[in-house]
Nanobody, 117 residues
Framework: QVQLVESGGGLVQAGGSLRLSCAAS????????MGWYRQAPGKQRELVAT???????NSADSVKGRFTISRDNAKNTVYLQMNSLKPEDTAVYYC???????????WGQGTQVTVSA
């Protein structure tokens, strides 16, 4: 019923840019906090950025000034603009949707981002 579908991943050189998209269905999108997480090989999944239904955003220290999260409620889509990419940004990036009080949490299948030196 609920689907989060990521797209936009790929291979890029250090210093380059990518924009990830996550299209959501099966939820009242405007009522959910949306987020991006990532998981590199051998590491735990970590928060990248979140954005509330009001547009208030938060991001990890490691990506501040480089990544920007945004959302388009009319399109049920959340984006992650990634600039000045570094090799340490290499990971599978997952889209996340969280309801009020975290009663429901949903995850996408992930999209691979690889940054070469």
């Amino acid at each position: 019923q609920v689907q989060l579908v990521e797209s936009g991943g790929g291979l890029v050189q250090a210093g380059g840019s990518l924009r990830l998209s996550c299209a959501a269905s099966g939820i009242v999108f405007s009522a959910y906090t949306m987020g991006w997480y990532r998981q590199a090989p051998g590491k735990q999944r970590e928060l990248v950025a979140t954005i509330t239904n009001f547009g208030s955003s938060n991001s990890a220290d490691s990506v501040k000034g480089r990544f920007t999260i945004s959302r388009d409620n009319a399109k049920n889509t959340v984006y992650l603009q990634m600039n000045s990419l570094k090799p340490e940004d290499t990971a599978v990036y997952y889209c996340n949707a969280r309801s009020i009080a975290s009663t429901y949490v949903y995850w996408g299948q992930g999209t691979q981002v690889t940054v070469s030196a």
